[in-house]
Antibody, heavy 118, light 110 residues
């Protein structure tokens, strides 16, 4: 059974930084493309970015609102993907989900809450 | 303002059939496959449909979907109270070089 477990969410001040982790189990992580999706309170889903598998270059893509501030990385030996968030803004307040799957986003974590507030 | 346009809400009675539309453009829906998600209150999204029309194992055949040109549609037949949820369409956008989501449609079962 595939499981994704996010952690690291917290209350952060505007301009601050935080790193989220997502640990995966039950899949061959080194081949998985890992994606982060967020959901602001009472709002819809928003794609944040993704990282391809190392065998496919390990390259990253980001949504325009987070490009240059957020960085996705992976540590295959630990089955973990990270989301480093810098220069946080109030509008980054959201539940952050990691997701993956060979047929699309079939597997989701429970989400990690990031609140940006003074 | 979402790149993909969905109606904010829809409703139906038990047993009824409802459809949810998703409108995009030539850079997203027309050239890439559409995915649909169901999100029950307080839970993570669940994959409902992938590759325009395919249901993952475990998704009832009451759920079906289609795509034509720059639009897609999700249909739910034999509506049940447990279908009350938010539904999202999503696809890759070649211009934005990223995934885009619809704003979501809240389905109420009356």
């Amino acid at each position: 059974e595939v499981q994704l477990v996010e952690s690291g969410g917290d209350l952060v001040k505007p301009g601050g930084s935080i790193r989220l982790s997502c640990v995966a189990s039950g899949l061959t992580f080194e081949y998985a493309w890992m994606t982060w999706v967020r959901q602001a309170p009472g709002k819809g889903l928003e794609w944040v970015g993704r990282i391809k598998s190392e065998v496919e270059g390990g390259t990253t893509d980001y949504a325009a609102p987070v490009k240059g501030r957020f960085t996705i990385s992976r540590h295959d030996s630990q089955n973990t993907v990270f989301l480093q968030m810098n220069g946080l803004k109030k509008e980054d307040t959201a539940i952050y989900y990691c997701t993956t799957g060979t047929i699309g986003f079939a597997y989701w974590g429970q989400g990690s809450v990031v609140t940006v507030s003074p | 303002q979402s790149v993909l346009t969905q109606p904010p809400s829809t409703s139906g009675t038990p047993g009824q059939r409802v459809a949810i539309s998703c409108s995009g453009s030539s850079s997203n829906i027309e050239t890439n496959t559409v995915t649909w998600f169901q999100q029950l209150p307080g839970t993570a999204p669940k994959l409902l449909i992938y590759s325009n029309t395919q249901r993952p194992s475990g998704v009832p055949d009451r759920f079906s979907a289609s795509k034509s040109g720059t639009s897609a549609s999700l249909a739910i037949s034999g509506l049940q109270s447990e279908d009350e949820a938010d539904y999202y369409c999503a696809t890759w956008d070649d211009t934005l070089n990223g995934w885009v989501f619809g704003g979501g449609t809240k389905l109420t079962v009356l």
